[in-house]
């Protein structure tokens, strides 16, 4: 049984996603009919989603209510030994939330894991981008007006409202998701294994964000927690580990990187 403690701090001083992450949605008056024009009869044109979309294009929509707090029970593990409790092949189909009440969230999240843009005159690089900290990932989302996602934003894009253990269900697939390589150096030095979004079309979460889990490890942003303890790796990457929604990685500063931790970008919705 895996019993998975919240990541928010209440006592906290510091930013919590609940602080910035939610907007009221703006209204679009319709237009004046003309005079003559009949009364009952509905107005043409896009309707107001269409004109004020909440998330920009290369960014999804995530709204619904989230559990902090959540117990998934494993029905059977992949490994043996010390790592034995490490990847579960499934989990019970009923996760039960412990929170005594769930959490109302409305945010945009980037659909893709950050891909650099191409430099004028070089070839297209589609893969995501590796080798950043916590500092230059959010320095990044900054000068895009955009920010790191929080955990608790991340968890909820992976899991959506069932609480899923994975974002594609409740049984592990390496063939879905890119996880569970083991041909990983050449030479002394990490083979670099990523692929682009493109190739893993079912790796898809609820909301419809992509690469959750696996490909790059994702930094986020800690709820509650302030520096020099505000880094947390989400999803894992191409190796053999834990790669769920609820997984996490905070053993490491904000000016960690390694050839597998990128990062992808979270904004307030509209």
Same mark, same amino acid.
């Given at each position: 049984m895996c019993r998975f403690e919240p990541v928010s701090e209440l006592g906290a001083t510091t930013e919590t996603a609940s602080e910035l992450c939610f907007t009221p949605l703006v209204s679009i008056k319709p237009a004046k009919q003309d005079a003559g024009a009949d009364a009952g009869s509905e107005l043409e044109g896009p309707d107001g989603q269409e004109l004020n979309p909440s998330c920009p294009p290369e960014m999804v929509l995530v709204e619904g209510d989230y559990c902090p707090k959540v117990k998934q029970t494993c029905k059977r593990y992949l490994d043996t030994g010390f790592l034995s409790h490490h990847r579960c092949a499934e989990f019970d189909e009923h996760p039960e939330c412990l929170s005594s009440e769930k959490q109302f969230m409305r945010f945009c999240i980037d659909r893709d894991e950050y891909v650099a843009p191409t430099p004028p005159g070089e070839k297209p690089d589609d893969l995501p981008i590796v080798d950043q900290s916590w500092v230059m990932g959010r320095e990044i989302c900054s000068n895009l007006g955009k920010r790191l996602c929080f955990e608790s934003e991340w968890?909820?894009? *992976?899991?959506?409202? /069932?609480?899923?253990?994975?974002?594609? $269900?409740?049984? #592990?697939?390496?063939?879905? *998701?890119?996880?569970? /390589?083991?041909?990983?150096?050449?030479? $002394?030095?990490? #083979?670099?294994?990523?692929?682009?979004?493109?190739?893993?079309?079912?790796?898809?979460?609820?909301?419809?964000? #992509?690469?959750?889990?696996?490909?790059?490890?994702?930094?986020?942003?800690?709820?509650?927690?302030?520096?020099?303890?505000?880094?947390?790796?989400?999803?894992?990457?191409?190796?053999?580990?834990?790669?769920?929604?609820?997984?996490?990685?905070?053993?490491?500063?904000?000016?960690?990187?390694?050839?597998?931790?990128?990062?992808?970008?979270?904004?307030?919705?509209?």
């Open positions: 968890e909820f894009a *992976c899991e959506g409202e /069932q609480m899923l253990p994975y974002p594609y $269900g409740f049984k #592990r697939n390496s063939k879905i *998701c890119n996880f569970d /390589q083991t041909d990983l150096e050449y030479k $002394g030095k990490l #083979r670099d294994l990523r692929k682009p979004a493109e190739d893993l079309p079912e790796c898809t979460s609820p909301f419809g964000v #992509r690469n959750m889990v696996g490909n790059v490890d994702e930094w986020t942003h800690r709820d509650g927690r302030q520096h020099p303890w505000r880094a947390a790796l989400r999803g894992g990457w191409w190796l053999a580990g834990r790669n769920n929604c609820r997984a996490a990685t905070t053993g490491h500063d904000e000016y960690y990187h390694g050839a597998q931790t990128g990062f992808r970008c979270c904004a307030a919705a509209r």
